[in-house]
């Protein structure tokens, strides 16, 4: 019976009886009676009082414990049992008492240091996650390890990082992702007083509202797991002053180390025979004595450079002798102790070495070679004086205007002599305040292609080693668009100063990918076909081997997984060329140019071949980024060398080139309205799949179905086509209500309400519906074409009325900003425009568009989303930024290199956004135009749009000839440069070459037999009478969908064959740790978002479709 239940219904009878009693004593009224004594029954026994749930809780555990253990002592009293019963009953309790304490201990987590930089002045602590438990359940649970650490530390400035699995099931592609995920909390400081407990509130709270954010924002994304929480310091201390510390003294002082002075990798051998055979002078010296000393010793079998592991093996074959190994570390520590007890002869040694790792080395290497080329190049080149002549004082005297800026002398500023510094020649009359800033160059430019996205990571915490600021363009903490390192070139003694002063120069790493966006191996290819080019390879190879060098080569990259494999005397196999993440491999072609490699160069080692691979990689970027800047100089009068990217150096040679004056907006909600109507290019699928039929398709053509066409049509340099019209430059200002009705008449944008379409043009508009918007699809901002009403919809006044001239119809006009305009870069497109046309190479081809191209790229620059990362090597200058209120985040490196995040305090809009805003609704309408105005209006019901690619347009058109039905529109319309004179349309062939706004057939006058598409930039089209197949998979590599992915592919998964994944693996980089990473991917999926598929899964509905 329950003891608590019991003693409760002994009260309550207890209470009754008094009563009763008291009842039949009353003569009266109760209260008239006198209050009677307590009689404590003397043989009655006392109750005990009632226990609190816990304790009996408690209580019942250990009786059952109890029972449990008299039970199995009472059933070993039992002799008969039978063994394999006593052997399980043993187990059972074993388990149990495990059960006892596992707890206990299950949940007891440690905090250690996982990295640290700067001589610690940051750290990074981690406490490992364990499974099962919630991040809310987690957090609560490591308080107390937290807390108790963070009571032992005062002045600091730190934050946690909660790391979480997070998982996600596309519901739309079927794919199942698993994604580390970081949730940060607010940089908090601790002081002596600080509270720990609200502190660590805080943090949470901040933490489990980002992960709540992640979670309710990231489209279906769920925690997985908890993999930890990590804790970063740095150190907080307000600024003040130092006295002089002593620096340590250097080994070499200590005069106790031998440090022999071999130049092969035997050093090893060297120190024990020195060791044992010791000598007074020159001990460090490999003598013929020493040779001969050594030659006493067993060396069967050893390798050289001797490796710590194998030291065992020399002890086993001289067991006199025992090897002990320290190394040095700020102190002297034990690296092997030797367990040979038996030997009479101890020899000890220090292994030292000039970097951690030998990767490490290698990188340390490198950029020490580059130090010591920036110092020759300074040395080399020193500042000469000018000479001058009196042919040269007579064009001063006559200059009426700076050589440099081109504009007239000023009296305010006066004209002076500018010289060139490396040369001493005169170059011309300058105005003194140009002739100070045209200054000799300070940094030397080394150039890597795809520095951003691999090179940077192999050697770029090598920079922290030496002194010298380092300063960083960042795309992220760990991606840079260039970086710059200050080294000391020279010095000088200063006599005001009185002291020596330091000539610092800056190497700046730049990336030419960001110049030329091709793989190396199309760009020397573009280069053959240009010319004679190969002008500093030619330096060092000439005759046949020149020629062989002429393209890029081929390497085994992952075949190479040992560096034993260099001392491979014949080239791999083909097979071993192929790589997992490019998913293909190389072709026949291709081996054998190798194999005439190997030959012609004799080739005896795969060292060789990788060492010639480089040498030869590197002279082919030099000739490539070479010719870049010489074509840049001659047309542009402007130097690569200088910018950082493509889009700032066609920025600033479109500016030289039109002398144009930009006005920069200053009134926050005219920059906000021109923010709000940036919408990027438009792409769809509006009908998923189409077959051609007519007379051009021989016997495949069916008389007795109707003849129709597949074109896919595409708009020459659609953006530059844009920037050649009026654009805006100076004069903005709002528009007052009263003038609203009169925006016909001048430039402008308006904030605009757009009715709904008249449900009678809903099928009119399906295929191509008008004024595009940015929607939340999901959780995702999409580009969407619906035919639904838009509120205060932000267009360009050309693009409105081309809308209204459609059927579109307004309601209200909210704004309306006016503005000046005028076609001023029209000069610089037509130049590169024409440039493009005439070039007989495909180099000049591609860079006479890339600089049209560009330069919408630098108008559409968003600032908002610049950060300011900087990478610091010093703690003086880690404890200035961290000590600033904008600290934001502390990211550890090496030892000797971390980056610090800090928060933008403000935003400087110094970039013409509201070109970028124009320049779109632009191209908008040469495509609406041409759609609706020419293909419509042509074939009105007979035609349908297949898709939209931004500048592309591929429509299904029922007619006879679709050819013929364009001859007499060429000349204003079409560029048919690309089809063959031959073509039997007898349509007008090489008409209108690369003119921009015109529209070229991407088919080439070729007939397109099938197409399928599957959402946007998802699809694929199959080419009559050889059967090619054109395919387009965003997201996935080439490679991969060239070799994996094929035309029936697309079919299948459009008509009911379910989404398919493709795997391919793609390198990383965590902190500068560069790995690959295998990835499966949903390729083709049919689910598409942007359209309302109907059932036959062909035909769709644009969103807002009656």
Known sequence: MNLRGYSKRRIAANIFDNKKEVLERAGGPLLDDPIPKHEIPKEQKILKPSKPAKLVKKIKTVDWGKREVEDWGQWLKEMDAPRVVVDDKLKDFKTHIAKLYEKRDQYRFTLVESKSSLKKFARQYTINGVGGFGPMDFLQTVKPTVINFLLTQKNIKMVLVLRCNMSKTNIATGETVLKLAYFVSFIEIIFQETDREELYQRCVDKMVESLAKFTREGSGWVVHSITG?????????????????????????????INMKNEDDECFKWCVTRALNPVEKNQERISKTLREQAKRLRWDGIKFPMEVKSIHRFETLNPSLAVNVYKYEGRINALRVSNVESSKIHIDLLLISEAKSEDEDVAQIFFDMLQEEAKAIYKNHPAKEMFFTD???????????????????KKEDMKVRNHCHYTGKFRGAAHNSCNLRFRRLKFTPVVFHNLTNYDAHLFIKNLGVSEGDINCIPNNEEKYISFTKSIVVDKFFDKKKEKDVDVKRELRFIDSFNFMASGLAKL???????????????????????????????YPYEWLDSIDKLDETKLPSRSAFFSVLSGSGISEEEYCHAQEVWKTFGMKTMRDYHNLYNRSDVLLLCDVFENFRKVCKENYDLDPCWYYTAPGLAWDACLKMTEAKLELLSDVNMLHMFE??????????????????NKYMGEMFDKSEPSNFITYLDANNLYGWAMSKSLPTHGFEWVDEKDFEDWKNFPCILEVDLLPVKEELHDFFNDYPLAAENLLVGKVKKLVCTLNG??????????????????????????????????????????????RAKADNDFEKDFFKLMNNSVYGKTMDNIRKRVDVRLVNSEEKAKKLVNKVNFKHCTIFSENLCAIEMRKTEVCFNKPLYLGMCILDLSKTLMYDFHYNYIKSKYGDRVQLLFTDTDSLCHEIQTKDFYKDIIDDVDC??????????HSSGIPTGVNKKVIGKFKDEARGKIIEEFVGLRAKLYSYKMFDGGDEKKKCKGVKTGVVESTISFDDYKRCLFGGGKQHRKMNTLRSRKH??????????????????????????????????
């Open 229 to 257: 929480l990590d804790l970063h310091t740095v150190k907080y201390t307000p600024l003040k002053g130092y006295s002089y510390i002593k620096l340590p003294p250097h080994l070499a002082k200590k005069k106790a180390i």
């Open 391 to 409: 042919r040269d004082a007579v064009i001063f005297e006559n200059a009426t205007c700076c050589w440099l800026c081109e504009e007239d002398s």
């Open 524 to 554: 020397v290819n573009n280069l053959i076909k240009k010319g004679d080019c190969f002008v500093n390879t030619g330096r060092y190879f000439d005759g046949e081997k020149l020629d062989l060098l002429k393209r890029k080569g081929v």
């Open 676 to 693: 709000n109507g940036i919408r990027g290019g438009i792409s769809m699928i509006s009908t998923r799949h189409s077959k051609a039929n």
């Open 790 to 835: 838009k509120k205060k919809y932000i267009i360009h006044h050309e693009a409105l009325k081309l809308y209204m001239s459609l059927g579109i119809e307004i309601g209200k006009i909210h704004r309306i900003i006016r503005f000046k305009e005028s076609p001023w870069m029209k000069k610089y497109i037509d130049l590169n425009t024409e440039l």
């Open 973 to 982: 319309l079409f560029d048919t440069s690309n089809i063959s004179k031959e």
């Open 1073 to 1106: 740790e560069m790995f690959m990473e295998e990835i499966n991917k949903v390729a083709l999926s049919a689910d598409d978002d942007k359209r309302i598929i109907l059932p036959d899964r062909v035909n769709t509905y644009a969103i807002g479709h009656l």
